[in-house]
């Protein structure tokens, strides 16, 4: 999966609003200020006097920071005014996700936020609307996308792989299931990774808009990968396993049980998800161009979409068997570029080129050919 091409993206999202506020950006124009005195800024088209800062000059809405729409609509960044630090602020119904809020800080707690086994999002704080008793704020670090940018080695998506089987194995060890470990549920903390700063509505340009922002490798600049949102996931007593759940369709619909029963075991779903999404990147899908070279994955990946829940491994297993895999790959084969079916002859040659130049000064000042942050 990609970001969209940033200039139909940014019109498409709000070229009937034309930079105005939507419907779903009007409750934090209306909290603004209480957000303010809880130490978070928002960007300023939210201040209740916003004037937009393209009206009398000939410039268009989408190219002012001030004219970009969020990308979701409960979901927003704001500055800390403590450091200045860009976080994100996630709108929760706690009706609607009765257990977000309690799972996130779970895992946020002092005793898991200090296992480097957690790649759960850090929940900062969670604050509690002054003005409806149920809706909740979580405040989380800015993250981005998985996948952006691409990975530019064999050995980068190995790393990923094995962060988010860790981070999931992680969940289940505490009886949690994700239920929705998908695509858009991954992403990564990139602060390390960009060299600068840039714009939470189209994060390829910078900032202020000034230029695309410029960005290391993931094997100059390690990153860690988080799981997000747990509005779906669920935990239970250790003598409650194994458990069956009603079935709720998160963002891949294509787990089998799915569509052959009305309950179903919530763990060996998430194998399948987890499984599903990796198979996606190696082999490809209807949103994704398969990444070449990883004919290594295809068993595992095999065995944790198997149609039949009960044949697939556990994440015990699952990462048990890839510590397998991974030891047999060389040096040279995760220091090896990543090709895309997509990609073009000219494209192709160009980051060839580059990526043979980064990969000589790697190997004289023994850059670890897996970036483990």
């Known amino acids: 999966m990609s970001l969209p091409d940033p200039s139909t993206n940014r019109r498409a999202r709000g070229s009937k609003l034309q930079g105005r506020l939507g419907g779903s950006e009007l409750f934090w124009r209306d909290h603004y200020e209480w957000l303010l005195e809880k130490g978070y800024q928002l960007r300023s088209r939210y201040q209740p006097d916003w004037k937009p800062s393209w009206e009398g000059t000939t410039k268009a809405w ?3 920071p001030d004219g970009l729409h969020p990308m979701h609509g409960s979901i927003l ?8 630090e860009l976080v994100t602020l996630k709108r929760i119904s706690k009706s609607l996700y009765p257990f977000e809020r309690e799972i996130g800080l779970f895992f946020s707690s002092p005793a898991m936020a200090k296992s480097v086994h957690n790649h759960c999002v850090p929940i900062y704080e969670a604050l509690q609307v002054p003005d409806d008793e149920n809706i909740c704020i979580l405040v989380m670090p800015m993250l981005r996308p998985y996948e952006h ?3 530019d080695t064999i050995g980068e998506a190995v790393e990923f792989f094995r962060q988010i089987f860790e981070g999931l194995q992680f969940m289940h060890q505490y009886h949690v299931a994700h239920r929705d470990a998908t695509h858009s549920n991954v992403m990564f903390d990139a602060r390390s990774l960009y060299r600068d700063p840039y714009h939470p509505s189209i994060p390829w340009r910078k900032l202020d808009l000034s230029g695309r922002a410029r960005h290391y490798t993931r094997t100059q600049r390690p990153v860690k990968y988080y799981l997000t949102d ?3 996931s669920r935990q239970y007593k250790a003598e409650d396993l194994p458990t069956r759940e009603d079935i709720i369709m998160g963002g891949d619909k294509s787990v089998p049980e799915f569509s052959t029963a009305e309950t179903c075991d ?3 779903a998430d194998v399948y998800t987890i499984g599903n999404l990796v198979k996606g990147l190696t082999e490809g899908d209807e949103l994704t161009s398969a990444m070449l070279g990883f004919d290594f994955m295809k068993p595992l990946v095999a065995a944790m979409t198997h149609e039949d ?3 697939r491994p556990t994440m015990d297993e699952v990462v048990t068997r890839f510590e397998q895999i991974q030891k047999g790959l060389s040096s040279w084969k995760l220091r090896s570029r990543i090709v895309k079916e997509s ?6 040659l160009f980051r060839g080129i580059y990526h043979w130049g980064r990969r000589l000064v790697f190997v004289i000042k023994r850059v670890p050919p897996l970036p483990t942050p």
């Open 343 to 348: 990609d073009s002859y000219v494209g192709g």
């Open 62 to 64: 989408y190219d002012c």
């Open 77 to 84: 960044d704001a500055s800390r005014s403590s450091d200045g």
């Open 149 to 151: 940018p691409r990975f």
């Open 309 to 311: 829940p009960t044949k």
């Open 230 to 232: 747990f509005g779906l």
């Open 266 to 268: 919530p763990f060996p």
